[in-house]
């Protein structure tokens, strides 16, 4: 049984830092596409950033270039995300998943398993 749990989300004002961990069970991430999306109130589901487990480039969006940071440790088969200059508009539920088609996109369609979220809020 696959299971992707989520901790780290919180409260933080503009400007600040946060980190969301991600722990896997049941599949190995070294062999899926692996990433972070979030989803705010009312908007749809968007990916943040994507990594191949296996090694390669991650792929961020563009509102988020510069100032998110994903990582990895297949190790533990864990997964993070390093949120800073955080803005009032990165306020969202943000959700780990895994799958498995390359390459490792954007689109959260393209991803099987999914964790239940952690809550991220960003006051101004």
């Known amino acids: 049984q696959v299971q992707l749990v989520e901790s780290g989300g919180g409260s933080v004002q503009a400007g600040g830092s946060l980190r969301v961990s991600c722990q896997a069970s049941g599949i190995i991430y070294s062999r899926r596409c692996v990433g972070w999306f979030r989803q705010a109130p009312g908007k749809e589901r968007e990916g943040v950033a994507v990594?191949?487990?296996?090694?390669?480039?991650?792929n961020y969006a563009d509102s988020v270039k510069g100032r998110f940071i994903i990582s990895q440790d297949n190790a533990k088969n864990a997964l993070s995300l390093e949120m800073n200059s955080l803005k009032p508009e990165d306020t969202a539920m943000y959700y780990c998943a895994a799958g498995r088609l390359t390459p490792c996109s954007l689109s959260p369609g393209s991803y099987a398993y999914w964790g239940q979220g952690t809550q991220v809020t960003v006051s101004s």
């Open positions: 990594i191949y487990g296996g090694g390669g480039a991650a």
